[in-house]
């Protein structure tokens, strides 16, 4: 049948004048993420979970945080680049289920908007693409506003 599934987990400290992507949106907060790259969990995670399920290694062994190439960079140009290297191997994407966790700010009112930038950047229908939004109750490092993260799983067919 060829159908293989695939986990990803990201996390990201939590500072004052930093910017807050998530889902290749930015989301006005006081508070963004300390990253590399642009930070964008939400996309990292997933970024994770496509190549894991190709078997492609993972985020930091495609894109090193040591690399200048990929300082400050938009995330949703990585996501792409990992549905293309799924792509040549073979595979398409069948959907994506991810979750965010964070106590603030409140981003039910960005996922649509999420959803339909991330379908678009994965050239797939919006309607295979879930982001749900959870809080930690307060508790750990999410709770108490340190860092935000993130959980992303897929899945793919071969062609």
Known sequence: MGFRIGYGFDVHRLAQGERLWLGGVLIPHEKGTVAHSDGDVLIHALCDALL????????????????????GIDSKILLGHCCTLIRNKGYEIVNVDTTLCAQRPKLRPFIPEMEEVLAAVMKVDPEFVSIKATTTEKLGFEGREEGISAHAAVLIQKK
């Not at 492609?56 to 990929?70: A, C, K």
């Open 52 to 71: 894991g399920a190709a078997k492609l290694g993972d985020i930091g062994s495609n894109f090193p945080d040591t690399s200048s190439e990929f300082k």
